[in-house]
């Protein structure tokens, strides 16, 4: 079963306006940690921000915030003033448990940023 | 501080040959992570290393193998190269192994003819 499901393949937004992208996720652990992760057409994987599955607020850095539905199973990203470096392809992940299992990773979305 | 590096950065291959892949970590970091990023997919997990031992695999055949070296460094040998082996390899590293520090290097993008 998809355990991270990213349904925009490619989203548009005008440069300055806010922007989400949604990441839908599926795990019976209580315990999982979510991730997003910025990857330019250079290939490297950025990471953008985290949200524990135990934290009471979402997470917040700089323009990225994670609007996190814990019932609903989803963890958006929104991107605010969005800029034309913030062009690129945004992948969702997520870790399950508290040790040192690996990330999986949704389809990503790519967005493109409109001057 | 330099980042994660990863070498080669481009490799062209015929099918049927080996290929080695190569990762230094961030100076510091013990555990290296490799992940497969196939054209349109995001990365899949292949294999964790921490301390020199493997502490991980994703589903993979045995074609795929790794180790990682007294130095953190790491290699990930693959045989028999098939064309579906083409994407790119992307290597993370971080200090303990927890996946919220892992920093990713630019990747190796193997193409096989």
């Known amino acids: 079963a998809q355990k991270i499901t990213q349904t925009q393949p490619g989203m548009f937004v005008q440069e300055k306006e806010a922007v989400t992208l949604d990441c839908t996720y599926d795990?019976?652990?209580?315990?999982?940690?979510l991730f997003w992760y910025k990857q330019p057409s250079s290939g490297e994987m950025i990471f953008l921000i985290y949200?524990?599955?135990?934290?009471?607020q979402n997470a917040t850095e700089g323009r990225y915030s994670l609007n996190f539905q814990k019932a609903r199973k989803s963890a958006n990203l929104v991107i605010s003033a969005s800029q034309l470096g913030d062009s690129a392809m945004y992948f969702c992940a997520m870790r399950e448990g508290g040790g040192n299992t690996p990330l999986v990773f949704g389809k990503g979305t790519r967005l493109s940023v409109i001057a | 501080d330099a980042g994660v590096t990863q070498s080669p950065t481009h490799l062209i291959k015929t099918r049927g040959q080996q290929v080695t892949l190569r990762c230094s970590p961030i100076?510091?970091?013990?555990?290296v992570s490799w992940y497969q990023q196939v054209l349109g997919q995001g990365p899949q997990f292949i294999f964790q290393y921490y301390e020199k031992e493997e502490r991980g695999r994703g589903n993979f055949p045995d074609r795929f193998s790794a180790r990682q070296f007294p130095n953190y460094s790491s290699e990930l040998n693959v045989n028999a190269l098939l064309l579906g082996d083409s994407a790119l390899y992307l290597c993370?590293?971080?200090?303990?192994?927890?996946?919220?520090?892992?920093?990713f290097g630019p990747g190796t993008r193997l193409t096989v003819t």
């Open positions: 100076s510091g970091h013990k555990s």
């Open positions: 993370a590293s971080s200090f303990s192994g927890s996946a919220y520090e892992q920093y």
């Open positions: 795990t019976s652990d209580p315990s999982y940690g």
């Open positions: 949200q524990g599955s135990y934290d009471q």
